[in-house]
């Protein structure tokens, strides 16, 4: 077996493997097949398979003096906005339709600019629909006025409340939120009561209008953003190419519906039977409207019924979400990686809370990972240095059987068992590293402990790449990617100093690795680079051990 071939094909393997994640993770699933007639909704199984035609959903017929027909009351003046402010977020909500007109953020930035303002997570105007809009019937959302009974939000203790209240021939509709002030979560709560004398039928509809957020780089702008969901423990991203010219909808009560970026998102998490279907449709470009819809409701005169609801507008942090419950804490999904993903994303946070550096954090992570490997990586080395000793015998052996390949094998293998030498030796400890490189790859890139976070010197976010700027725009780079760069001239140093069992042509090819890898680094998450550049320094330093010890 030739070792170099080996050790080759592990490494376009693993170059395969980068490219793949890092030009198309995070992308949709497959396209569902769409009906061509804007006027129809297409229905998709629960599990939103493609294997079967879509059916075609009509929309539930109104009885007679519903409230499809009803024009809801509006007092002479003009909607009050009315302020929430909590220890998490500042937030305005508008008597107009009872939704929210901004949520922003108080520990999250919209930039790493010293002066940028708070995470702004409406990214919608009215025109295009806002929040939090509801609907009953055949009420439009935005006709509806909420009158609210205070200006502002009071507080009692930790517990604050709104209630607004809309009324028309026939219909009685209240709202009242629930707020934390150490919470990112909302309650709302929707009672709708017929004060008619004929009954009146429709579905409850909370709409959820959302955009992008702020937050793309060059390492992370190839991840999701969109219309996301939970159903029947799996989370499914939905492309907006497949609700681009019909409505689509999913048939079965979700755990909840999001409209998520890689950091934020803003969820509805239905509560008892408030949904039974989920509505996604375009509002234009790069927007979504969501619609999470109970079953059709009849209500007799004086009958009424309440709605209930979950609201997050906040961080994809685990810890956070998995407080919220409702399975929302899978919306961050790692994959394949998520076994290990999750105990490096506790290291990271348990180190964050002891040194208050992410960067800090990130090498001892690394420290820790190479003590792991640390006796495997010691015998793949060893293995190396024996092979490359046992090379002048594997030349000689290669020159007598050069017209005989079979008993060429068999006289390798055989020198191999003598010398009890493992050819795959040295290949093993990369292999077993790569699960630990894309764990860490999809950590670093997907989690919101590490946006904005500083490092030292020049490097103040390490989720981006890292720049170093010097005044004058570099083409394609902007400023100097001063650690990518070390990390390169680490793989290099680390390079000379493996043994090889190549000939010299082979060796060179090898030497020309990490200029590939500095390329393919530039605009990796400077996280990522830096665990790459404290890997390799710990390489070297065992390498050198090992080559001390060979000398005594």
Not at 292 to 309: A, C, F, M, R
Not at 310 to 320: H, R, V
Not at 330 to 354: C, E, H, M, R, S
Not at 408 to 419: D, F
Request: glycine share 6%; hydrophobic share 45%; with cysteine.
């Amino acid at each position: 077996m030739d070792i170099y071939r080996t050790f080759l094909a592990i490494i376009i393997s693993f170059l395969i493997l980068i490219g793949y994640q890092y030009f198309f993770v995070g992308f949709g699933p497959t396209e569902v097949p769409l009906e061509t007639s804007t006027t129809q909704t297409e229905v998709v199984s629960p599990e939103l398979t493609t294997s079967a035609p879509a059916q075609i959903a009509s929309s539930p017929a109104v009885v007679p003096g519903s409230a499809a027909a009803v024009q809801m009351d509006r007092p002479d003046r003009v909607a009050k906005t009315l302020l929430v402010d909590t220890d998490f977020y500042t937030a305005t909500l508008t008597e107009e339709g009872g939704a929210l007109t901004s949520f922003v953020l108080k520990d999250y930035k919209e930039t790493n600019e010293t002066d940028s303002p708070g995470m702004q997570m409406v990214k919608v105007d009215g025109t295009q629909g806002l929040p939090m809009e509801f609907s009953w019937g055949g009420v439009a959302p935005v006709s509806t006025f909420y009158a609210a009974q205070s200006d502002n939000v009071r507080f009692q203790g930790n517990q604050g409340t709104l209630v607004m209240k809309g009324q028309g021939n026939g219909l009685e509709i209240e709202r009242t939120y629930g707020f934390s002030k150490d919470s990112y979560v909302m309650n709302l709560a929707i009672r709708v009561k017929n004060v008619s004398s004929a009954a009146l039928q429709g579905a409850a509809e909370l709409h959820q209008t959302g955009a992008p957020f702020r937050e793309a780089t060059a390492a992370n702008r190839f991840l999701f953003t969109g219309a996301a969901y939970y159903l029947h423990e799996s989370k499914e991203e939905v492309d907006s190419d497949d609700f681009e010219s019909v409505a689509l909808t999913v048939t079965a009560p979700v755990d909840w519906a999001a409209y998520e970026g890689t950091y934020f998102m803003n969820a509805i998490l239905p509560m008892g039977e408030s949904a039974s279907s989920l509505t996604m449709q375009s509002a234009g470009e790069d927007i979504v409207r969501m619609k999470v819809s109970s079953n059709l409701d009849t209500l007799q005169p004086g009958e009424e019924k309440i709605y209930s609801y979950q609201l997050y507008l906040g961080p994809k942090k685990l810890d956070i979400l998995k407080s919220v419950g409702s399975n929302l804490n899978k919306a961050v999904n790692f994959g394949w990686f998520d076994v290990i993903a999750q105990p490096t994303l506790f290291l990271l946070n348990f180190f964050y809370g002891i040194f208050k550096n992410y960067g800090i954090a990130i090498i001892l992570v690394t420290i820790i990972f190479k003590a792991i490997f640390w006796p495997i990586t010691q015998k793949g080395l060893k293995s190396m240095k024996n092979m490359q000793k046992l090379q002048p015998k594997m030349v000689k052996l290669k020159e007598k059987y050069k017209d005989d390949p079979t008993k060429m094998n068999q006289e390798v293998m055989n020198l191999y068992k003598t010398y009890k030498v493992n050819p795959l030796g040295g290949c093993l400890p990369m292999v077993l590293q790569i699960p630990v490189f894309f764990a860490l790859y999809k950590v670093l890139l997907m989690c919101v402990e590490l946006r904005h976070a500083p490092f030292m010197f020049w490097i103040n976010d390490l989720s981006a790449p890292d720049r170093l700027y010097i005044g004058i725009d570099l083409p394609y780079l902007g400023g100097i990617p001063v650690l990518t760069l070390l990390m390169g001239g680490s793989m290099f140093l680390q390079q000379k100093m493996t043994p090889t069992t190549a000939d010299p042509t082979q060796a060179k090819i090898m030497m020309f690795l990490p200029v590939v890898f500095t390329f393919m680094f530039i605009n990796f998450a400077s996280g990522l680079v830096l665990y790459w550049f404290v890997n390799n320094l710990l390489a070297i330093f065992q390498q050198q051990m090992i080559n001390r010890q060979k000398k005594a």
